[in-house]
């Protein structure tokens, strides 16, 4: 079974940066996707954004294209979520979660393409 531990959250003014970490551990080479997706109260989860580990296609929400980049490091089976110009809105509770089976990349918005989901980290963005 995968383990996810997301960190790297926080409390940041709109327009500055934030770095959130995801640590994978148990059997991630099973992983056929991650993804990062967040939950602000009384909303449901949202999609963010995910990475196919083969050919490391990505597919980003739209409200964060373009401020938001994932990146991955095998070695470190640790994935990333850098966050550039936040605004009030991306406050969240952001989750790390992996997928084991093959979709197409347009498939990993549902939260229902992924098995594994982390316990998430909070993001709080003052306007």
């Known amino acids: 079974q995968v383990q996810l531990v997301e960190s790297g959250g926080g409390l940041v003014q709109a327009g500055g940066s934030l770095t959130l970490s995801c640590v994978a551990s148990?059997?991630?080479?099973?992983?056929?996707?991650m993804g990062w997706f967040r939950q602000a109260p009384g909303k449901e989860r949202e999609f963010v954004v995910a990475?196919?580990?083969?050919?490391?296609?990505?597919y980003y929400a739209d409200s964060v294209k373009g401020r938001f980049t994932i990146s991955r490091d095998n070695a470190k089976n640790t994935l990333y979520l850098h966050m550039n110009s936040l605004k009030p809105e991306d406050t969240a509770v952001y989750y790390c979660?992996?997928?084991?089976?093959?979709?197409?990349?347009?498939?990993?918005?549902?939260?229902?393409?992924?098995?594994?989901w982390g316990q998430g980290t909070q993001v709080t963005v003052s306007s």
């Open positions: 979660a992996a997928a084991t089976v093959y979709y197409n990349v347009g498939a990993y918005r549902q939260t229902s393409a992924y098995d594994y």
């Open positions: 990475i196919r580990r083969s050919g490391g296609l990505t």
């Open positions: 148990g059997p991630t080479s099973s992983s056929a996707a």
